[in-house]
T-cell receptor
């Protein structure tokens, strides 16, 4: 079967660093995506990993280990506006639909 | 960057009527588009894969006669919710994959409320 697991909720304070973990099991693999979604809005793309290692993009970084079926999203210098749901998604094969995890709701407090 | 336009953003309809939702890729071609449904505080659940010029592929448990999908061109897919019922009330989101890239771009979503 196909399964993507991530924590349901996380909390953090402004200025802190938070790491959101994701484990996946898919029949094939063509990349791991992270999206940010605010309530009532569509997901917005954050990162894409297809090879092992760390991809850094400003305050956000994403890591992938294909052998472990594991990824994480690292958010640095947290801001209140980072409060949102973070969705981990995997692509089975090129061109097929993304399979989403249940999402992690991050609450950032002052 | 790639943009996907989805309309309408919100719609309220009476039980038993049909609603059509459009999804357009504005600056790229998308042979394949995807339709998702999201209930409150839940993740995106894939409903169907829309293929240009051919029949859509529906996920298990999704009624193809109720959720009609048409993908008549490389930039437009439509989802029609037929004979809508209150339990169809949800957030519907389309996604398109750029044929020339790897990215998946999402539309802004449609909040459907059936009364």
């Amino acid at each position: 079967g196909q399964n993507i697991d991530q924590p349901t909720e996380m909390t953090a304070t402004e200025g802190a660093i938070v790491q959101i973990n994701c484990t996946y099991q898919t029949s094939g693999f063509n990349g791991l995506f992270w999206y940010q979604q605010h309530a009532g809005e569509a997901p917005t793309f954050l990162s894409y990993n297809v090879l092992d290692g760390l991809e850094e993009k400003g305050r956000f970084s994403s890591f992938l280990s294909r052998s472990k079926g594991y990824s994480y999203l690292l958010l640095k210098e947290l801001q209140m506006k980072d409060s949102a749901s973070y969705l981990c998604a995997a692509a089975n094969q090129a061109g097929t639909a993304l399979i989403f995890g249940k999402g992690t709701t991050l609450s950032v407090s002052s | 960057g790639a943009v996907v336009s989805q309309h309408p953003s919100r719609v309220i309809c009476k039980s038993g009527t049909s609603v059509k939702i459009e999804c357009r890729s504005l600056d790229f071609q998308a042979t394949t588009m995807f339709w998702y449904r999201q209930f409150p505080k839940q993740s995106l659940m894939l409903m169907a894969t829309s293929n240009e010029g051919s029949k859509a592929t529906y996920e298990q448990g999704v009624e193809k006669d109720k959720f009609l999908i048409n993908h008549a061109s490389l930039t437009l897919s439509t989802l029609t919710v037929t004979s809508a019922h209150p339990e169809d009330s949800s957030f519907y989101i389309c996604s398109a994959r750029d044929d020339g890239g790897y990215g998946y771009t999402f539309g802004s979503g449609t909040r459907l409320t059936v009364v």
